[in-house]
């Protein structure tokens, strides 16, 4: 009994506390991500997450590890990310990390060191390498863009890094691994941040190997002073600063096409979805509602890749798919894929078709229309295939959808978020700056089954 205490060291303690106490937003996710970002309201706990992970990181790399810590300002860095009333240097049962001023780094008990850098200064991340890295609020950080490509070229150190001893123990593995020497498998980001409008971020979420997590600020309300809560809603209560602030929602752009409540009224009318707090009498009706199936018909709309059929494509492929009952829609699954060949995304429209049991497939025509037709054919479809062009702007395109989403007609499954960064980023002020290729196909889907649309038929053209 002695010795199961002597090895409950300050450090498995801390860990096991954290592991107890943290909410859903703040633990890490599981499976194989690339990138984890934790989106919360202010106060969310998004510091305490983001610390907390940097020490278990740095349990697990030990000696001669190397984790980024990488704030908007230096100075946030240190007086947020190390100082902080969450910051590394002060979380509960957390002892013996040391802060270095002139060397700019944190030295953690096993030998992992946190480099601190400033998101202002993208070019001092140049020549370091790391195994992990911690970005606090993305979302303020003034070069994000370079910040974060600088960043991500360091993250290239991995291999065999034994965790450290005092978690190791008699044999004991560490919390969170599956081997006493479990080594830190591939290099790791974690992005903290309240969110707002920006493609940065939405770029981020709509990364294949991207993890996600949110809370609002209530769901830390335990560790806040008595009564912020309710004076932030007295003050803000019901409006966009509220929705950002205090409830985490990433907002769409100025003068995007959808709004964040379209798309929070999509989800709840898609089942198994409620936000918690205030619902207006249009939210309650939608509960209410749901738009599920059989469904009379089911489309999968493709929107190519730029340069698809002469070489390695740059966008993605857009495949997304959408069901059709008593004049009301459901987005089903979104299906997009960067990269691929035109015989690999053909093969993962032509699936997608089979798994939904859809009666066709809508194309855009624009890039090579006839070519890609062909190539879905040779994929196996023997269904029917739909051509369109583009003959407007995709603004222009996306007005009509827009106004179904406005009206409540359209539902979305669980697990769309990439789509929906890219509705909320469509026709504001940003939207040229990238291929929307997931919403591009949403838009085809719809607008081929706009209830009293025929799916073929004459057309005039002006000269």
Not at 192 to 209: K, M, N, Y
Request: charged share 20%.
């Amino acid at each position: 009994m002695a010795g199961a205490l002597e090895w409950v060291t300050p450090e498995v303690l801390g860990e096991a506390m954290w592991r107890k106490t943290a909410h859903d937003g703040q633990r890490a996710p599981d499976g194989d991500w690339r990138t984890w970002v934790f989106l919360g309201g202010r106060g969310a706990g998004k510091t305490r997450a983001g610390a907390e992970w940097a020490w278990e990181t740095a349990a697990r790399l030990g000696d001669g590890g190397r984790i980024a810590l990488v704030g908007p300002t230096l100075h946030d860095a240190r007086t947020v990310m190390v100082e902080g009333p969450s910051g590394v240097l002060n979380l509960p049962y957390r002892t013996g990390a040391a802060y270095e001023p002139s060397l700019r780094r944190v030295r953690f008990p096993g030998g992992a060191v946190g480099l601190l850098f400033s998101a202002g200064e993208p070019e001092r991340l140049r020549g370091p390498q790391f195994h992990a890295a911690w970005g606090d609020e993305v979302c303020a950080w003034a070069r994000g863009g370079e910040a974060l490509a600088m960043l991500r070229l360091g993250l290239r150190l991995s291999g065999p890094v034994e965790a450290s001893a005092s978690l190791v123990g008699r044999g004991r593995r560490p919390f969170g691994t599956s081997r006493p020497d479990a080594a830190w498998a591939s290099p790791r980001l974690v992005l903290t941040t309240t969110p707002r409008p920006g493609r940065l971020i939405r770029g981020v979420l709509a990364e294949a190997g991207c993890a996600r997590t949110d809370a609002p600020t209530r769901a830390n309300a335990g560790n806040l002073a008595p009564g912020f809560l309710a004076a932030m809603q007295d003050l803000y209560g019901g409006t966009r600063r509220a929705a950002q602030e205090l409830e985490g929602q990433l907002l769409e752009a100025e003068g995007a096409l959808f709004t964040n409540a379209d798309l929070v009224r999509a989800r709840i009318l898609g089942g198994g979805y409620r936000p918690s707090g205030y619902l207006s009498p249009d939210m309650e009706a939608a509960l209410a509602n749901p738009v599920t199936g059989p469904w009379e018909i089911v489309v999968v709309a493709v929107d190519p890749p730029a340069g698809t059929l002469s070489g390695r494509p740059r966008d993605a492929c857009g495949i997304v798919v959408v069901g059709r009952r008593q004049g009301r829609l459901r987005v089903l699954a979104d299906r997009t894929a960067r990269g691929l060949s035109p015989e690999a995304w053909a093969a993962r429209a032509r699936a997608a078709a089979e798994e939904f049991g859809a009666a066709r497939l809508v194309v855009e025509a624009n890039n090579g229309g006839a070519m890609a037709e062909a190539v879905l054919r040779a994929s196996g479809w023997g269904g029917a295939i739909r051509r369109v062009h583009a003959s407007l702007g995709k603004v222009a395109r996306a007005e009509p959808v827009a106004a179904l989403y406005e009206q409540g007609r359209v539902a979305h499954a669980a697990g769309l978020e990439a789509l929906e960064a890219e509705l909320l980023e469509l026709g504001g002020e940003d939207a040229g700056a990238g291929s929307p290729d997931r919403a591009d196909a949403l838009v085809w889907a719809v607008t081929d089954l706009i209830p009293g649309r025929s799916p073929a038929g004459p057309s005039v053209r002006v000269l």
